[in-house]
């Protein structure tokens, strides 16, 4: 039984209060309550909380919207936050082991002893409330790619700069770090985020000159950044990674490459367009459940 949990709530008309029951309790809500108001519906769901992670919340958002639009009726307002979040925070610890991911890495939370002699590369990582524990699905595809990227190889790795827009915990940067890049410049537009990154550098013992991290976006490394960057990693949402796109290129080389996700299968489509009128070529795409990951390179 769960301790803590997601409370989601969904201002909706009338008429679309049966479609979005049928979500919630697809997507695993367990109790649900609905009530007037004014001419609207109010729908309440809850969820255990270690059954989504917040890209999935959002996904399910964008699926009521979708639905909204589809009818040409108001899109519904949906907010959701975790109910009972200061024992939370120590609660969903309890939940969380050490986890490999791809060939090399073995996330372990950093108040657990990780194995002796371990045959992978730790990565030690206290996530707080920022997003990045590597439980999701995209960012698994993220490490996996930067591990084909860096880890393979090997002779090319040592001068590698990378931008981490999105950092969350900073775990693609960290993990891009352990595996021999030189130096990320992580940014997120979320205050928390930049510390959890800050911190998570620490616990992984590299130095703050390796992963400079800020608060902000792209704007932020376009007026910071001396020099261009090899990569770019950028786990967000597609509507968002859309708008990112056309600013890619102010902190690119010929040779840059690139992993994106955060997208949803079908709204891969959209993001491969944007990239390809960008300038940018799909080398790559890896799908896992229902999200893919962009591997691209600047088109020559
Ligand atoms: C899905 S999390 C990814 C975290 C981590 N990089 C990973 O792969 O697990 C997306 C992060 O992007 C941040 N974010 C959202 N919009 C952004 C934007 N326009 N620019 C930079 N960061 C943004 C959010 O605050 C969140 O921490």
């Not at 039984?1 to 049928?22: G, R, S």
Request: a negative charge; aromatic letters at 8%; charged letters at 20%.
């Amino acid at each position: 039984m769960a301790n803590h949990w997601w409370e989601i709530q969904v201002l909706c008309d009338p008429t679309l209060e049966d479609l979005i029951f049928w979500r919630l309790q697809t997507f695993g809500c367990q109790g649900t309550s609905s009530e007037t108001k004014g001419t609207s519906r109010f729908v309440q769901a809850y969820l255990p909380q270690e059954a989504a992670q917040l890209l999935d919340l959002a996904a399910l958002s964008l699926a009521f919207r979708q639905d909204a639009i589809s009818v040409s009726l108001p899109v519904p307002g949906v907010h959701w936050h975790l109910i009972d979040e200061e024992d939370w925070a120590s609660g969903w610890k309890k939940y969380w082991q050490p986890q490999p991911i791809g060939d090399c890495f073995l996330v372990c939370p950093a108040w657990l002893s990780p194995p002796e002699a371990p045959e992978r590369t730790i990565l030690h990582l206290d996530p707080g409330v920022a997003f990045g524990t590597g439980d999701h699905a995209t960012t698994q595809l993220c490490l996996e790619s930067l591990e084909m990227r860096l880890a393979l190889n090997s002779g090319e790795k040592q001068n590698i700069t990378l931008a981490d827009i999105g950092c969350g915990s900073g775990i693609l940067s960290i993990g891009a770090l352990l595996l021999g890049a030189e130096r990320a410049y992580a940014v997120d537009t979320d205050p928390l985020a930049v510390r959890s990154t800050a911190a998570n550098a620490k616990l992984n013992e590299i130095d703050g000159d390796r992963l400079r991290v800020s608060q902000g976006s792209i704007d932020r490394l376009i007026e910071t950044l001396a020099e261009p960057v090899d990569g770019i990693v950028c786990n967000i949402l597609a509507e968002v990674i859309i708008d990112l796109i056309p600013h890619f290129e102010a902190i690119s080389k010929p040779t840059t490459w690139g992993v994106i996700s955060g997208v949803l299968l079908d709204q891969a489509k959209a993001v491969a367009d944007t990239l390809e009128q960008q300038g940018w070529m799909v080398a790559t795409l890896w799908r896992r459940k229902e999200w893919c990951c962009f591997n691209i390179r600047r088109e020559q």
